[in-house]
């Protein structure tokens, strides 16, 4: 059993506070570098309406019951287990993953957020570099092969998460997503309008949403699965450790169906802008790195009023990578400390091996990649072991614990007044989701 801390645990200021605290979570690099690329990619419209299905019976389901983990314990990831069955529980271990997963997932999102703040830096102070391919190219082998540059900025951005952090909950984490999501909003509203303007938004709208059945394949519905999953922040015991810090009397289920919807908007948003500006100018798609980094600035400087586009972009990726990130570091700090241990002295143990992970991930680019083991560099490795074995596995013992575990909690009842709901809700928790994350478990080994 835990030994818990003397001082009173730490809660939200509202449920409103929570609200943006999870979307903040949720709402992350995947919206806008991974999400559009696969919906269009897979045959726009259908994909689209599959992973809406996905949302609503596999990452619906597994929020909910993290969320419901985390409010009846009051207690962090790997604990809350052990509280609600009041014994050493074995369940415990999908909390230990998850714990896990947030320090090799934080390890590499810092790298990639070094790069975020290093754009945002560059498209204030040096747009010119964005005029043509080669000094885009230049300067994100700049940040990537100048290890003290990318470890510089690398530090900024784990230093600015750890001081929201070390705030504490409601004066640091809720406070900064109260202010950061109304104004990513406002940013998303503003460069869609821009977007709506362009050549290239009818292009964007038919890549996706047209409905396109040749492009949709088992592998795409694979991949909705996953995305749905990983867009939710699902499966690494950030929403238990949230939920622990939720008013006992906060109905649960409204509250979730927000931040599902928010972030799929936002995803779908993100889609609308980016790919209104790749058709405007006949550019190629891409994803990831390559699309925020290379294609985009680029386009920014081929389009009218690229750069006040390019500041207000890499800013809308700057607050979507923090309030994600914050997320991660809660999920160690809240179990050291329920451990007894202080918040600030747990900040500062994780702050070392966040660092060193860090840097381990940051050395993986460059013209000499250090520690290649079978091909993957370290940062590979950090991303190919949270996403594809820690996450499906403890996502998997968070929605069993809560569909077959909890009984005497009668969480179903709890949850859903109608009972319609209630038996729709319980057939993708005991049978949809945990089907579908062996299915996306299976596809990560295979
Ligand atoms: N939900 C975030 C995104 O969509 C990613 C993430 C996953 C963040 C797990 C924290 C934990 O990008």
């Known amino acids: 059993m835990p030994r818990s801390s003397k001082a009173p645990r730490a809660a939200w200021n509202s449920q409103f506070g929570f609200l943006m605290s999870a979307a903040g979570s949720a709402v992350g690099l995947g919206n806008i570098w991974k999400f559009p690329y696969i919906a ?12 809406l299905v996905c949302i609503f019976l596999v990452a619906l389901p597994v929020m909910i019951a993290e969320i419901f983990i985390g409010q009846t314990s009051k207690s962090n990831a790997v604990h809350a287990f052990c509280q609600i069955e009041g014994r050493k529980s074995w369940w415990r271990l999908g909390g230990i993953l998850g714990v896990l997963a947030t320090v090799l997932i934080m390890s590499f999102y810092s790298a990639v957020g070094g790069w975020i703040f290093f754009f945002l830096h560059q498209s204030i102070s040096n747009f010119a570099a964005f005029s043509s391919l080669d000094g885009v190219e230049k300067l994100f082998s ?25 705030g504490g909950v409601s004066s640091g984490i809720e406070r900064l997503n109260k202010m950061l ?46 995305h749905s999953f990983f867009t939710v922040s699902a499966g690494v015991g950030i929403m238990i450790t949230y939920g622990s810090y939720l008013q ?24 609308m802008i980016i790919f209104s500006i790749v058709f405007s100018q006949n550019a190629a798609i891409s ?15 081929q389009i009218q009023m690229g750069q006040a586009v390019a500041i207000l972009f890499f800013m809308l990726v700057t ?19 329920d451990k007894g241990i202080s918040r600030n002295t747990s900040l500062g143990i994780l702050l070392v091996v966040v660092s060193l992970l860090g840097t381990l991930c940051s050395l993986s680019f460059g013209s000499v990649s250090l520690f290649v083991w079978f091909g993957h560099t370290f940062f590979d490795w950090c991303d190919l ?20 575990k909890m009984d005497s909690h009668r969480p179903f009842e ?20 945990p089907v579908a994350i062996i299915a996306i478990g299976m596809m990560g080994i295979i």
């Not at 994803?287 to 400087?301: A, D, H, M, V, W």
């Open 40 to 51: 269009g990619m897979n045959g726009g419209g259908f994909f689209v309406l599959f992973y």
């Open 142 to 166: 700049q940040i990537t092969d100048r290890f003290e540059l990318g470890l510089a900025y690398q530090a900024v951005f784990i230093l600015t998460s750890f001081s929201i952090v070390a």
């Open 181 to 226: 999501i109304p104004a990513l909003v406002m940013i998303i509203l503003l460069l869609l309008g821009y977007a709506s303007q362009l050549p290239g938004f009818a292009k964007a709208w038919q890549f996706m949403f047209d409905f396109d059945l040749t492009h949709f394949s088992t592998t795409g519905m694979l991949e909705a699965v996953g």
């Open 248 to 271: 006992s009397d906060a109905k649960i289920a409204p509250i979730a169906g927000v931040i599902v919807v928010v972030d799929t908007l936002i995803a779908l948003a993100s889609g």
């Open 287 to 301: 994803s990831g790195p390559t699309l925020i980094f290379k294609t985009l600035p680029l386009l920014f400087s």
């Open 319 to 337: 607050f979507t990578a923090l309030t994600s990130s914050v997320s991660l570091v809660e999920v160690p700090v809240a179990y050291l400390v």
């Open 385 to 404: 072991l949270s996403s594809r074995v820690l996450l499906p596995v403890s996502g998997l013992l968070f929605v069993c614990f809560f569909g077959y």
């Open 414 to 433: 709890q949850i859903y007044r109608s009972i319609w709901v209630r038996r729709l809700m319980k057939f993708a928790t005991c049978i949809v989701a």
